[in-house]
C-alpha cells in the first residue's frame, strides 16, 4: 500500500470510508495449518457457547419440571445425537487448541516449523480423544 | 519503551481501560480450570453411561460430582461470556451493536450460571 497520507486526495473521504477494507479478510488467503486452525479455534468457541448453553438449559428444565421423561427422552433423538457428536468434536478441538495457546502465552513453540507441527498435532490427538470418548467412555 | 498507540488513539485520548490485563488473566485462569474439569468429565460421563434417569441423578447427588460439575459450570460459561466478548468486538463494528450484543450476552451468561447452578443445588437437597 502507498503512503497512507496520499490515499485520500481525489476521493470522496465519506466514499473511501464505506469502502475501507475490513477484517478479516478470510476469502484471499491460501489456507495453511496456522490460519484454519486460529479460525476453527474462534468458531468452535462460538459453537460450543450456542451449544452448551442449549444442553444447560435443557437440563435446568429437566430438573426443575421434575425430570420430565419426554425432557430426557430428547436425548435419543437421531439430530441431538449427531449435534452432540459435533459438539463433542468442537470441545475436543477447542480444548487441545486451548493447551497449544497456554503454551505459547508460556513463551514455547513460537517457531514456525514447531507451530505447524503443534497444529497438526492438535487435529490428530483432538480427532482421537473425540473417537476414545465414545468408544470407551460412553 | 515502544510506543504502541496510533496517532489516532493519541488524538482521541480515551486511554486504556485498565480492564484488558484482566479480561485476558481470568480467560486464561478459567481455560486451566475448564481443562481440569474435563479430566473429572470423562470419569463421570463413563459413571452415568447406559444408566437410568434415576440412577444418573442419585450419581449427580455425589458432592464428589456435584462440585466439579458447578466449578465447570461457572468456569465455562464465565470463559465463553469473555470470549464472545472478543469474538463480538472483533467482527461488530456497530458501537450500539456491539455493547448490546456484549452486555446481552453476559447477563445470559451469568443467568445460565445462577440457573444451572440453582439446578445442581436442588438435586442436591433432593
Redesign the interface.
Known amino acids: 500500500m502507498s503512503n497512507i497520507n496520499d490515499i485520500g486526495s481525489g476521493i470522496d473521504a465519506s466514499d473511501l470510508r464505506a469502502r475501507r477494507p475490513i477484517s478479516p479478510h478470510l476469502s484471499i488467503y491460501k489456507k495453511q495449518i496456522s490460519s484454519v486452525l486460529s479460525i476453527l479455534h474462534r468458531l468452535t468457541g462460538v459453537g460450543l457457547f450456542v451449544g452448551f448453553s442449549v444442553i444447560a438449559w435443557w437440563m435446568i428444565c429437566w430438573i426443575f419440571s421434575k425430570f420430565d421423561p419426554q425432557i430426557y427422552g430428547m436425548i435419543n433423538n437421531l439430530i441431538v445425537r449427531l449435534g452432540l457428536y459435533v459438539l463433542s468434536m468442537a470441545l475436543f478441538y477447542h480444548l487441545c487448541n486451548g493447551i497449544r495457546h497456554l503454551f505459547w502465552d508460556m513463551g514455547y513453540g513460537y517457531s514456525v516449523p514447531v507451530m505447524r507441527q503443534s497444529g497438526w498435532i492438535v487435529v490428530v490427538v483432538s480427532t482421537l480423544v473425540t473417537i476414545v470418548f465414545w468408544v470407551v467412555v460412553c | 519503551m515502544l510506543d504502541f498507540r496510533t496517532d489516532l488513539a493519541k488524538a482521541k485520548g480515551n486511554g486504556s481501560a485498565k480492564s484488558g490485563m484482566h479480561h485476558w488473566l481470568m480467560q486464561?485462569i478459567t481455560?486451566?480450570i475448564?481443562?481440569l474439569c474435563?479430566i473429572w468429565v470423562?470419569y463421570f460421563?463413563?459413571s452415568i453411561?447406559k444408566k437410568s434417569?434415576?440412577d444418573i441423578?442419585l450419581i449427580l447427588q455425589k458432592p464428589y460430582n456435584a462440585i466439579p460439575l458447578m466449578m465447570l459450570?461457572i468456569s465455562?460459561?464465565y470463559h465463553?461470556a469473555l470470549?464472545?466478548q472478543v469474538?463480538i468486538e472483533?467482527y461488530v463494528?456497530n458501537l450500539c451493536m456491539r455493547y448490546g450484543l456484549i452486555i446481552s450476552i453476559k447477563i445470559?451468561s451469568y443467568v445460565?450460571i445462577l440457573?444451572?447452578v440453582s439446578?445442581v443445588v436442588?438435586?442436591m437437597v433432593l
Request: no cysteine.
Open positions: 486464561r481455560a486451566v475448564i481443562a474435563v470423562f460421563v463413563h453411561s434417569p434415576s441423578v459450570i465455562s460459561f465463553a470470549g464472545m469474538v472483533d463494528s445470559f445460565t440457573a444451572s439446578a436442588y438435586l
